[in-house]
């Protein structure tokens, strides 16, 4: 157990839709990392925020949206779904910046039909 | 934009032999870091090693190291004492500045 939690672990839900996959990470830790993985394309990072600013950014689509509140706790919004959005998606916390180890929540499978 | 690349998308390693797992990386930085992760069937990621680019000296951490060739921009896993809890995808990754990219993976087998 990394420590770090993330609900809901599974999702199903129409193309189209609206969803917010949630975030907690480990006591202490200030940054949070947003990771795709899809079968065809391997691990993709999303986005990073550092004590609620967004730090970093990767491949995150504009359909896509994450924050990090006052209380660390960190959520991605993902809207109008597409066939190609069902993945797992990772949440990842680290005490300071991405040179540290990050520990890996046990994932969220969303699956759009 | 910086690529890692896993050129051995499956490997199989008998019980207690020792495999090498191989990654490279494209990138015109010279300050970032290299990781390599353990992905069980359990889904989970564990980091396995990490490495600084400007150590010069190899990672080691227990029965798994590393062969860090900068010029080459080679970063390969080596198992020794192969296990059946290694049995796992294992992502090589890559970390600077601004961007952190993973490999396609390599699935290792244990076999008994």
């Known amino acids: 157990d990394s420590g770090v939690t993330q609900t809901p672990k599974h999702l199903i839900t129409a193309t189209g839709q609206r969803v917010t996959l949630r975030c907690s990470p480990r006591?202490?830790?200030?940054?949070v990392y947003w990771y795709q993985q899809s079968l065809d394309q391997g691990l993709q990072f999303l986005i990073q925020y550092y004590n609620g600013e967004e730090r970093a950014k990767g491949n995150i689509l504009e359909r896509f949206s994450a924050q990090q509140f006052p209380d660390l706790h960190s959520e991605l919004n993902l809207s109008s779904l597409e066939l190609g959005d069902s993945a797992l998606y990772f949440c990842?916390?680290?005490?300071?910046?991405?040179?540290?180890?990050?520990?890996f929540g046990p994932g969220t499978r969303l699956t759009v039909l | 934009a910086q690529t890692v690349t896993q050129s051995q998308p499956e490997m199989s390693v008998q019980e207690a032999e020792t495999v090498t797992l191989s990654c490279t990386y494209d990138?015109?930085?010279?300050?970032?870091?290299l990781f390599w992760y353990k992905q069980p069937p359990s889904r989970q990621m564990i980091l396995v090693i990490r490495?600084?680019?400007?150590?010069?000296q190899n990672a080691t951490e227990n029965r798994f190291s590393v062969n860090f060739q900068k010029a080459a921009k080679s970063f390969s896993l080596k198992i020794s004492d192969s296990q059946l809890g290694d049995a796992a995808m294992y992502f090589c990754?890559?970390?600077?500045?601004?961007?952190?990219?993973f490999g396609a993976g390599t699935r290792l087998t244990v076999k008994p």
């Open positions: 990138t015109s930085e010279s300050d970032y870091y």
């Open positions: 990842a916390s680290s005490v300071l910046g991405r040179a540290n180890e990050q520990f």
């Open positions: 990754a890559y970390l600077d500045n601004n961007d952190m990219r």
């Open positions: 490495q600084e680019a400007y150590k010069q």
């Open positions: 006591s202490g830790d200030l940054s």
